[in-house]
């Protein structure tokens, strides 16, 4: 069983930062690809970012392209997202979730093991 422990959401206003951790625990890190996901109130969950289980090769969506930045540090079994100029309707749950298929599919089902969430809140 793999266990995943998201943390450093919060309340931010437009145009600020947050970085969002991803502790991963129970089996070894660097064999998953990861991923984030959002859902917003009264929405589906929807793809955000991946990275390659290497730290190499990642994916965005379009709507954080050039805002957002996954990294990982397998060491610490410990992903990142870093999330600049946010905007309000970044709003949401973000989830972070692993996998061993392929580390850029973007359906939330492709995922083996899955967060709880933490809330990010934007105001503007």
């Known amino acids: 069983q793999v266990h995943l422990v998201e943390s450093g959401g919060g309340l931010v206003q437009a145009g600020g930062s947050l970085r969002l951790s991803c502790e991963v625990s129970?089996?070894?890190?660097?064999?998953?690809?990861m991923g984030w996901f959002r859902q917003a109130p009264g929405k589906g969950r929807e793809f955000v970012a991946a990275?390659?289980?290497?730290?190499?090769?990642?994916n965005f969506a379009d709507s954080v392209k050039g805002r957002f930045t996954i990294s990982r540090d397998n060491a610490k079994n410990t992903g990142y997202l870093q999330m600049n100029t946010l905007k309000p309707e970044d709003t949401a749950v973000y989830y972070c979730?692993?996998?061993?298929?392929?580390?850029?599919?973007?359906?939330?089902?492709?995922?083996?093991?899955w967060g709880k969430g933490t809330l990010v809140t934007v105001s503007s």
């Open positions: 979730a692993v996998n061993l298929g392929p580390w850029y599919a973007r359906r939330w089902d492709s995922r083996d093991y």
């Open positions: 129970g089996r070894t890190f660097g064999s998953y690809n």
């Open positions: 990275i390659s289980s290497s730290g190499g090769p990642t």
